[in-house]
């Protein structure tokens, strides 16, 4: 099974800010867990689009619980693919991204569409859709449960890093996401990790009995 996460959202600004601004998103203060990026491979289309294929590294912190299942040695970094679309014509932005390592424990799939909403003017319509597969045996469903949660917290964050982007170009005070949602949205991740644990540890006991 999958778990499968949807949203929509409206952004302030301008499609052409908004497509400018993403390509300027790092570094900023709330995604220092983004280590590097590289440019991979890079096309203009004979239909005007722009095709990227990026390289992203970031930090990958295990929650606690899952250090017992893995070595010690294990890398704590994350290799990101990010695949992009800017197509001038429709007025819209479409990524891919997707991890390269540690799939095993995690598989995380996403796509994303920044569309310019044309009966709204100054408005960027966002539809973000994810992915969540683990391939751990008797443990997937609370490690997507974790994941999704996780998904979620990261992305709020996300989204202020966009914003972050947005002001320095446009010189304006960002209009910060409710600072209870991205409390929220953490929290619920933390809940996750705490309901993995107490899996992992009572799978683990019950093991050593059989």
């Known amino acids: ?11 302030n600004s301008a499609w052409d800010h908004v497509v400018s601004a993403f390509w300027q998103r790092y570094p900023n203060p709330f995604s220092t867990h983004v280590l590097t990026e590289d440019v991979v491979y890079r096309e203009v289309t004979a239909d005007h689009r722009l095709l990227s294929r990026r390289l992203l590294m970031k930090t990958n912190r295990l929650p606690r619980w899952a250090e017992r299942f893995f070595p010690a040695g294990m890398s704590r970094s994350v290799y990101i693919v990010e695949d992009s679309i800017v197509d001038p014509v429709s007025r819209s932005l479409t990524t891919y ?4 390592n540690h799939t095993t424990l995690m598989s995380v799939e996403e796509r994303c569409v920044f569309q310019d909403a044309a009966e709204q003017p100054g408005i960027t319509q966002l539809k973000r859709e994810a992915w969540i597969s683990s391939g ?7 490690i997507q449960e974790f994941g999704l949660a996780r998904f979620k917290s990261n992305q709020a964050k996300a989204m202020k890093g966009l914003e972050y982007a947005l002001s320095n170009l446009q010189g304006e005070t960002p209009q910060w996401l409710p600072r209870a949602s991205v409390k929220e949205a953490s929290d619920k991740a933390k809940e996750a990790a705490k309901s993995l644990a107490s899996t992992a540890t009572t799978s683990q006991k019950a093991q050593q009995y059989v």
């Open 97 to 100: 991204t997707w991890n390269l």
């Open 1 to 11: 099974m999958v778990k499968y996460f949807s949203s929509r959202s409206d952004i």
């Open 136 to 142: 751990i045996y008797g443990f997937s469903r609370p």
